[in-house]
């Protein structure tokens, strides 16, 4: 795998190291020795799936309250996604800022989301299918989230989003 350093400190893009022949190609998708060789949290507790029926469907940003904020691994396997995080680490000097990463099928990029951030994406094409582990175990209790249109982070998506659960679409304005 290829840890990419992204601009904030703590998220990366991993890519795949292909090893192709005639046949394919073969890769390794997760070690939990080298992500601890880059200083990432590796005890992935949890896996999820989520199937997106039309493009332009958006989902996020969601975030867990400490002491059940999650590590998150995401990867999209069929379609495409635009991925987005959100910086809520009041210490970081990236607060509040957001970044922006293309994951789809061809590229089987994965996005490793640190403690601490906001997490959603919109499909950029129908049928999306989106594959995350997860480093702590669902809490109703402390789930939270911020609008994906708030303007307290001007997230510049690439679409107007057409579907927006009503959960997603309410949280209200972010106060720090």
């Known amino acids: 795998m290829k840890f990419v350093a992204l601009p904030f400190a703590g998220p990366f893009l991993v890519e795949l ?3 192709e022949d005639d046949r394919g190609f073969f890769a390794r998708a997760f070690c939990r020795r080298e992500f601890e060789e880059h200083g990432l949290n ?3 507790v949890q896996c999820n799936l989520s ?3 039309k493009r332009a469907t958006l989902r996020g940003m969601h975030y867990q309250l400490a002491p059940y904020q999650e590590v998150k691994l995401v990867r999209c396997f069929r379609g495409a996604i635009y991925d987005v995080i ?4 009041p210490s970081s000097p990236t607060f509040k800022q957001w970044l922006g990463v293309r994951l789809d099928e061809d590229n089987r990029a994965m996005l490793y989301v640190p403690e601490g951030f906001a997490h959603g994406y919109i499909t950029l ?3 999306c299918e989106v594959f995350y582990q997860v ?3 669902y809490h109703p209790e402390s789930e939270r989230g911020v609008r994906w249109n708030d303007p307290a982070f001007q997230i510049e998506w690439p679409l107007e989003p057409l579907i927006v659960s009503d959960k997603d679409r309410s949280y ?3 106060r720090a």
């Not at 959100?86 to 680490?89: A, E, I, P």
Request: no cysteine; glycine share 0%.
């Open 17 to 19: 190291e292909r090893r």
């Open 42 to 44: 590796h005890n992935l």
């Open 51 to 53: 199937f997106n029926h």
């Open 86 to 89: 959100v910086d809520l680490r």
């Open 125 to 127: 094409a129908d049928s």
């Open 135 to 137: 480093s702590e175990f």
């Open 172 to 174: 209200p304005d972010f």
